[in-house]
């Protein structure tokens, strides 16, 4: 794969994870109308007090190793579960708003293919 192409990758995802991290602590982006399961599942997690803002901390996290190219293989494993949550999420809940979803799934999922060699020693 062209190192130029998946240095772009990886700038996307940093980027996406970056902005949609921020926003659950500043709210800049406005939070869409949401069908009434999905509304009363994202409200549940609201009231925890904690969730949100540790989901936005480890998109924060993750973004920063990503733009700084620093723990990479790392990065993108802690980012598998997010990224599986957030398309089950819109999957059972918000389907007509897939399309994130499915991107960061995929440029998460090209990206550990990329960086794979580094994930080899786990499974000697």
Request: aromatic share 14%; hydrophobic share 60%; no cysteine.
């Given at each position: 794969m062209?190192s ?20 659950k602590?500043i ?12 509304a009363s ?8 007090g904690?969730v949100?803002?540790?989901?936005g ?15 990479v293989?790392?990065a ?15 999957i ?21 293919i ?11």
């Amino acid at each position: 794969m062209n190192s130029n192409f998946t240095t772009l990758l990886r700038i996307i995802l940093a980027l996406v994870l970056l902005v949609f991290g921020l926003n659950k602590f500043i709210g800049f982006i406005p939070a869409p109308e949401l069908p009434d399961e999905a509304a009363s599942f994202m409200n549940s997690l609201l009231d925890t007090g904690y969730v949100l803002y540790f989901l936005g901390i480890l998109e924060i996290f993750i973004g920063v190793l990503l733009l700084l190219k620093k723990w990479v293989p790392f990065a993108l494993l802690v980012l598998v579960p997010i990224s599986v949550n957030i398309l089950l999420f819109h999957i059972f809940l918000d389907l007509p708003d897939i399309l994130q979803a499915i991107v960061v799934i995929g440029l998460n999922t090209i990206l550990i293919i990329r960086y794979w060699k580094a994930y080899t020693p786990l499974f000697r």
